[in-house]
């Protein structure tokens, strides 16, 4: 089945990541996750950065 055609015309774009972080943003959910982040309004700036349960956190050393 094919999927809906986008508003706008979508175009390829690169993103350098390691493997360990191109995982890490395929489980918080990818491109989906990411265009639904995109196309809402937060209520305030850091909300968008604030945990959430679904979200594991990010470990850096």
Do not use: C, H
């Not at 937060?42 to 959430?52: D, E, L, T």
Request: aromatic share 10%.
């Amino acid at each position: 089945m094919p999927r809906p055609k986008p508003p706008e015309d979508l175009k390829p774009r690169a993103v350098r990541l390691s493997d360990s972080e191109w995982k890490k943003f395929r489980e918080w959910g990818g491109a989906e996750k990411l265009r639904l982040m995109l196309g809402t309004q937060p209520a305030g700036y850091y909300s968008v950065f604030a945990k959430s349960a679904d979200q594991p956190s990010i470990n850096r050393k």
